[in-house]
């Protein structure tokens, strides 16, 4: 490991280097912010660099160096940061009138667009962010069952209060979880069963994206369904992040209907958004028509610059078209990884599905998250901060999120450092591999 920790000194030292306006405004920040950050994912050592500009796919930061942006907000940033019909919409909002504490044609259209798109929603419901969606998923679900119980998966990410880093977390909501291993098909069908009547939900990403980019393998997420039905629990799809995968999220794809689906991230072209739907008669319970309805709330459920960008991302440019062909593009980059890879015999893996990928120091496909190795968790600031310094952005944890402004040559300059990355380090990562078990 000292070997690993040299080199990545000696990169940390020209990042500090080449960006002082970055350091000098952390600095500045860390007054008001505890260490100078918002949102802890986007610290990294020795400090986050700062944004000025965004255009198209691209970034530039306070110190004038540009990038090519694969964080992607972490899947939010599908339309890019300056789509001039996203920002048409935007403006049109605004114009339209700020907070007008009414409903208006937006969200309407907006939910139309949606429920027209998911076989599983047929009506929707807003709200401020993924997270949220998935509080009212939960709390939905627990109405509807009288039950308390849930089974989510190890390594999930459904928000802030409801995530499972390896196990249990004890900032999370007070909800009654259970745990089980992703894609672990027999042993999560024998959790379900043996929690049986009381059951609320099993809630699920259909690609396990904090823990890793890794699919689920399409019996797997079959028998979710299979065996919550059976037992009268609903199954919840939090596709928060895989909606954008083809043209009606993974639930088109793999065929599988959940009871309530999750959504957010993109689907506001980038705004503030979240929302979550289900069937008719599920989603009847929240009628404000009908005497004892349940009582949704949220001031900003409705926020007009969200519900306008929303329309145009969703209903004109993201249609399923786009989207079909989006998916393609962006799985047959990441395949071409994957064979440029094992032609060189890099321990590497572009783990994931289309535009949601994950670089895992493997050279076998990553199925559940016990094939996650320490050694691999060990290079990823490693493979974090040079490609940073080959101006190629991606997540701490080695997650790119393609986005729709990208091209060929966007995705070429992200192969060519990848390659750079691990012809340079060859030897290091195979002995940190070695070593770190
Ligand atoms: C799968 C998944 N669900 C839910 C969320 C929470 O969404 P938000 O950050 O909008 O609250 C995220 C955010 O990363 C996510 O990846």
Redesign the pocket.
């Known amino acids: 490991m000292e070997a690993l920790n040299q080199v990545l000194r000696e990169l940390r030292a020209r990042y500090v280097e080449l960006n002082p306006n970055s350091h000098a405004a952390d600095r500045a920040a860390e007054n008001h912010l505890p260490g100078g950050n918002t949102r802890t994912v986007l610290h990294y050592d020795p400090f986050p660099l700062t944004m000025q500009a965004g255009v198209g796919a691209e970034l530039i930061d306070l110190d004038g160096h540009r990038y090519v942006d694969f964080v992607g907000e ?2 939010a940033g599908l339309f890019g940061h300056s789509d001039p019909q996203i920002k048409a919409a935007v403006d049109r909002g605004l114009e339209s009138g700020i907070v007008m504490g009414a409903p208006t044609d937006y969200e309407r259209q907006l939910a139309g667009v949606i429920c027209q798109r998911f076989p599983a929603v047929d009506q929707v419901r807003f709200c401020n ?6 509080v009212w998923a939960l709390t939905t679900a627990r109405m509807l069952t009288g039950r308390t119980k849930f089974i989510a998966f190890h390594d999930a ?4 209060f409801l995530k499972f880093p390896g196990g249990h977390c004890k900032l999370n909501l007070p909800f009654d979880f259970q745990l089980a291993e992703y894609n672990d098909t027999e042993a999560a069908e024998a959790l379900i069963r043996s929690v049986g009547d009381q059951l609320a939900a099993v809630i699920v ?1 259909p690609i396990l ?2 823990g890793g980019n890794i699919p689920g393998d399409p019996e797997f997420l079959h028998t979710l369904r299979q065996a919550t039905r059976e037992t009268g629990g609903l199954l919840i799809f ?1 596709e ?2 895989t909606a954008r995968i083809g043209p009606a999220g993974m639930q088109g794809l793999v065929g599988v209907k959940p009871d309530l689906t ?1 959504l ?2 993109f689907l506001g072209g980038g705004l503030p958004i ?1 929302a979550f739907g289900g069937s008719q008669e599920v989603m009847q319970h929240f009628n404000p028509k009908h005497e004892n309805s349940w009582n949704h709330a949220g001031t900003f459920n409705n926020d007009v610059c969200s519900m306008s960008a929303g329309c145009v991302a969703m209903g004109e440019i993201f249609t399923p078209e786009r989207a079909q062909e989006f998916l393609d593009w962006s799985e047959g980059f990441r395949v071409s990884l994957n064979q440029a890879f094992s032609e060189r015999a890099l321990p590497m893996r572009a783990n994931g599905l289309g535009s949601i990928i994950a670089i895992h120091f493997s050279r076998a496909p990553t199925r559940r998250t016990s094939d996650i190795t320490a050694g691999c968790r060990a290079l990823r600031p490693l493979l974090h901060m040079e490609l940073l310094l080959d101006g190629i952005l991606v997540c701490g944890r080695g997650d790119f999120f393609l986005s729709l402004p990208m091209n060929d040559s966007h995705l070429e300059r992200a192969k060519d450092a990848l390659l750079r990355f691990g012809e340079n380090h060859r030897d290091l990562i195979e002995h940190t591999l070695e070593a770190a078990g």
């Open positions: 972490y899947s962010s993924g997270t949220e969606a998935n990410y459904h928000g802030g990403e994206g904090a939090d928060v992040k999750t957010g991230k979240g």
